[in-house]
Every structure is written in C-alpha cells, then in structure tokens.
C-alpha cells in the first residue's frame, strides 16, 4: 500500500511559477509510475504528466508542454512538478497518482493509488 501527500501548492499570480511534490511512503516507490492530474472546480480531473519508475519516459498534456517539468528523486520517495508561466485558467486542485508499471500512464484509471490533493490558484 502507497500513500502519496502532495504539497507546495498556494497562490500565485499569472506568469509565476510554483513547485508541487508527492512524498510517498509505504511500498516500494522506485518501481511506480507517477502521474501528476488537476481537477478544477466544475470540471473532470485531466491529466498532467507522468513519469516511469526509471526516469526514461516522461509525457506531457499539451497544454502543458514547455512550461510544466515533471521529475523524480527516487532516494527521496518524492516526484516534483515543476510548473512555470502558470495561468489563470490553470487554477485547480492538484492530485499526484501511481501505479505499479514499467510505462508511463496518462489515463487516471490506468492508478491505483492517490493523494488527497493540494490547490493551485493562479491570480489574473
């Protein structure tokens, strides 16, 4: 059994950036694939990024790409979401995820185990 906290959320204004971690604990984190997924008030959770348990694969939302960095300490159990040029519309709770797999997972169904959220709010 994983158990995932996310934390470094908090307000910003548009264009700022934010650093969000998952600390995990309980299992054997090295050999999970991550995922990073926001949900925003009235609207379906979507995905973010996701990173394989052997820093290979990393894959991006396009919405995303080129301002989000997703990466990984596994001696440190905590997988990092570096997000730059945030914008309003970005404003969201944000969830980390794993799942056991040697590939990266974009579907939210494809994990297993999920955090209880940290909130992102970006100020026009």
């Known amino acids: 059994q994983v158990q995932l906290v996310e934390s470094g959320g908090g307000l910003v204004q548009a264009g700022g950036s934010l650093r969000l971690s998952c600390a995990a604990s309980?299992?054997?984190?090295?050999?999970?694939?991550v995922g990073w997924f926001r949900q925003a008030p009235g609207k379906e959770r979507e995905f973010v990024a996701t990173?394989?348990?052997?820093?290979?694969?990393?894959y991006y939302a396009d919405s995303v790409k080129g301002r989000f960095t997703i990466s990984r300490d596994n001696a440190k159990n905590t997988v990092y979401l570096q997000m730059n040029s945030l914008k309003p519309e970005e404003t969201a709770v944000y969830y980390c995820?794993?799942?056991?797999?040697?590939?990266?997972?974009?579907?939210?169904?494809?994990?297993?185990?999920w955090g209880q959220g940290t909130q992102v709010t970006v100020s026009s």
């Open positions: 309980g299992g054997t984190f090295r050999s999970y694939t």
């Open positions: 995820a794993a799942a056991f797999a040697g590939r990266v997972i974009i579907a939210s169904s494809g994990y297993d185990y």
């Open positions: 990173i394989s348990w052997n820093y290979d694969n990393t």
